[in-house]
């Protein structure tokens, strides 16, 4: 069993619907990030999160420490958004290793 | 700031071919790894650097050597390259010490070993 899973593996909605991406992990964990990676491969970072909520524009990140599980929501979606969602947790004891789930492809259609 | 930057974008080798990637930022961030990413599996540590001088072994380490001259630069190397190393590569950087930092990653290499 992967330490880190998300779900659905593959997301096809429309536009303007709202996404749940999902994330759950069987570690200790101290922070869970949250990445996209676009089409041509780059991969940028979203959220970072130990506890709580975070908001950036649409995009809406939360955590659930006791339940191990992070979900990551799209509001007003747009074929914009169309990407892998990624997924990474860093352990509880390094500073410095992340473990990584194998992403969420989303696609958009307009 | 550039970022982090990698070279080259595209390469191709024969099995048993040495080559290096490169990768550097100048963030001046303490943390650096390589990472490859292959179809349907999440990216996987092959090396990573908290500083200059100091490397150490990630999840995948075989077939490959790195070293941290400086805090800007950290080459990836292959020394005889299999088609199993036939992947996308990404080079990242952060800052280190507090558990909680953003990665930064460069724009990959992908690479095909025939």
């Known amino acids: 069993k992967n330490e880190v899973e998300q779900s659905p593996q593959n997301l096809t909605a429309q536009e303007g619907e709202f996404i749940t991406i999902n994330c759950s992990y069987s570690?200790?964990?101290?922070?869970l990030h949250w990445l996209q990676q676009h089409p041509g491969g780059g991969i940028v970072s979203l959220f970072m999160l130990s506890s709580g909520k975070k908001k950036h524009g649409r995009l809406i990140a939360t955590i659930n420490i006791q339940e191990k599980h992070s979900s990551l929501h799209i509001t007003a979606s747009h074929p914009r958004d169309s990407a892998v969602y990624i997924c990474?947790?860093?352990?509880?004891?390094?500073?410095?290793?992340?473990?990584w789930g194998a992403g969420t492809k989303l696609i958009i259609k307009p | 700031n550039a970022g982090v930057t990698q070279t080259p974008k595209f390469q191709v080798l024969k099995t048993g071919q040495s080559m290096t990637l490169q990768c550097a930022q100048d963030m001046n961030h303490e943390y650096m790894s390589w990472y490859r990413q292959d179809p349907g599996m999440g990216l996987r540590l092959i090396h990573y650097?908290?500083?200059?001088?100091?490397?150490d072994q990630g999840e995948v380490p075989n077939g490959y050597n790195v070293s941290r001259s400086t805090t800007e630069d950290f080459p990836l190397r292959l020394l005889s390259a299999a088609p199993s190393q036939t992947s996308v590569y990404f080079c990242?950087?952060?800052?280190?010490?507090?558990?909680?930092?953003?990665?930064?990653f460069g724009p990959g290499t992908r690479l095909t070993v025939l």
């Open positions: 650097s908290v500083g200059a001088g100091i490397t």
């Open positions: 570690v200790g964990i101290s922070a």
């Open positions: 990242a950087s952060s800052l280190a010490g507090t558990g909680l930092n953003e990665q930064f």
């Open positions: 990474a947790v860093r352990l509880m004891d390094s500073n410095y290793q992340l473990i």
